[in-house]
């Protein structure tokens, strides 16, 4: 079946440090790729997603980078902050319009000052 | 994605009663909407898909007479557990066009 692979967390990392989360999928379709946030205590947010392959998410200083070759998204960004430390998870939607989506674990980022 | 609102944001209960998650579209008409359920520290899993003046489609493994499911109107849905146990103690969160609701800590005691 369908599948998204996280790598495990907790990541921890400086201030301005660079981060990778590796993100690896299983489709048996095209899907759509999304990375969401979830912050202490709130709820899951959008922060980036690509439609097709070669596509590249951003937002926020976050890219994704869809990798149809090697079934990846792997999220990025060059410079972290304290504010960004959150747990991030990987999803796909073999359907438009954000129906049923499958997760990844999600994985746990640490940000110190 | 759609702004989503849950309501209770927390809820405790005692074994044996049902418990009823309200669901709610605020700014987008949803025909579609989902519940899932994210365990500690582990993923967010589809338990069902909520359809607008019909029947939910659940996933496979989920008890549909247990997780009773009502899309009376296109932004509403509401998630009933039924005869709630401690197993049943989890995080439910809806969704709606890509956009999530708070979720909704259940704890049956």
């Known amino acids: 079946g369908d599948s998204v692979t996280q790598m495990e967390g907790p990541v921890t990392l400086s201030e301005e440090a660079f981060l990778t989360i590796n993100c690896t999928y299983t489709?048996?379709?095209?899907?759509?790729l999304f990375w969401y946030v979830q912050y202490p205590g709130e709820g899951l947010q959008l922060l980036l997603k690509?439609?097709?392959?070669?596509d590249k998410g951003s937002n926020k200083g976050f890219e994704a980078t869809y990798r149809k070759e090697t079934t990846s998204f792997h999220l990025e960004k060059g410079s972290v902050q304290v504010s960004d430390s959150a747990v991030y998870f990987c999803?796909?939607?073999?359907?438009?319009?954000?129906?049923?989506?499958?997760f990844g674990t999600g994985t746990r980022l640490l940000v110190s000052p | 994605g759609a702004v989503v609102s849950q309501h209770p944001s927390w809820v405790i209960c005692k074994s044996g009663t049902s418990v009823k998650i309200e669901c709610r579209s605020l700014?987008?008409?949803?025909?579609?909407m989902f519940w899932y359920r994210q365990f500690p520290k582990q993923s967010l899993m589809l338990m069902a898909t909520?359809?607008?003046?019909?029947?939910?489609?659940?996933e496979q493994g989920v008890e549909k007479d247990k997780f009773l499911i009502n899309h009376a109107s296109l932004t509403l849905s509401t998630l009933t557990v039924t005869s709630a146990h401690p197993e049943d103690s989890s995080f439910y969160i809806c969704?709606?066009?890509?956009?999530f609701g708070p979720g909704t800590r259940l704890t049956v005691l």
């Open positions: 969704s709606a066009k890509g956009g």
């Open positions: 489709a048996t379709g095209y899907p759509s």
């Open positions: 690509a439609t097709k392959a070669d």
């Open positions: 999803a796909l939607s073999l359907n438009t319009g954000f129906q049923k989506l499958v």
């Open positions: 700014d987008f008409q949803a025909t579609t």
């Open positions: 909520s359809n607008e003046g019909s029947k939910a489609t659940y």
